[in-house]
Each structure stands twice: as structure tokens, then as C-alpha cells.
């Protein structure tokens, strides 16, 4: 069975930085790929950023692009989300979620597996 957990979220000042861990588990192969997402209240879940854990490959959203980095550390079966230079509008519960296969992307309806969500906070 699949499973994501993140961790590290947390309160920060604008303009600091926090490290988001998912630690995956479950899958038998490494063809896989890993989101994360975000949904801030009263807004609809953003895609942030993505790996594919086969190749590689990432991919950011234009919001986060220049201030936030995917990493992976296959063998701990974990995918890290750097932010860096935060502000109040990156405020949201961030998830992380995984799929099966060679793709990957920002589309969360194609994502088969989610975490729970952890909280970010950036205040002003």
C-alpha cells in the first residue's frame, strides 16, 4: 500500500525558507512521480512543483519558479520541496501526492496517492 507523509512546515517570516519532506513508501518500482500541491482557504489546490522519480525531470509553477527547488533522495524514498524567499501568498496546506509510471505533471486529478497536508504559514 502507498503511502506519503510529509513533514517540515511551519511559521516563517517573509522572505525566510522551510524544507517540505514526503517520505514514500509502497512502491515496488521506480517508476513513479511526486507532487506537491497547495490550497490556500477559500482558493481552489494549485500545483507547485514536481519529479519524476524515473528520470528525474522536474517542473515548477510559474508562482514558484526561481524560489523553490524539488529534490529527491531515491534510495531514503524521499522528495524534499525547498522554499526559499517566501511570502504571505505561498500560505497554504501543502500536499504531497504520487502516481505510478514514467509521467508527470501539475494535473492533481492525475495523482492516485496523497498525503495528509501539512501547514505552511508566511507571515508579513
Known amino acids: 500500500q502507498v503511502q506519503l507523509v510529509e513533514s517540515g512546515g511551519g511559521l516563517v517570516q517573509s522572505g525566510g525558507s522551510l524544507r517540505l519532506s514526503c517520505a514514500v513508501s509502497?512502491?515496488?518500482?521506480?517508476?513513479?512521480?511526486v507532487g506537491w500541491f497547495r490550497q490556500a482557504p477559500g482558493k481552489e489546490r494549485e500545483g507547485v512543483s514536481c519529479?519524476?522519480?524515473?528520470?528525474?525531470?522536474?517542473h515548477y509553477s510559474d508562482s514558484v519558479k526561481g524560489r523553490f527547488t524539488i529534490s529527491k533522495d531515491s534510495a531514503k524514498m524521499t522528495v524534499f520541496l525547498q522554499m526559499n524567499n517566501l511570502k504571505p501568498e505561498d500560505t497554504a496546506v501543502y500536499y504531497c501526492a504520487a502516481v505510478r509510471g514514467s509521467w508527470y505533471g501539475l494535473q492533481g486529478y492525475e495523482y492516485d496517492y496523497w498525503g495528509q497536508g501539512i501547514q505552511v504559514t508566511v507571515s508579513a
Open positions: 519529479i519524476s522519480n524515473y528520470n528525474g525531470n522536474t
Open positions: 509502497g512502491f515496488t518500482t521506480n517508476a513513479y512521480a
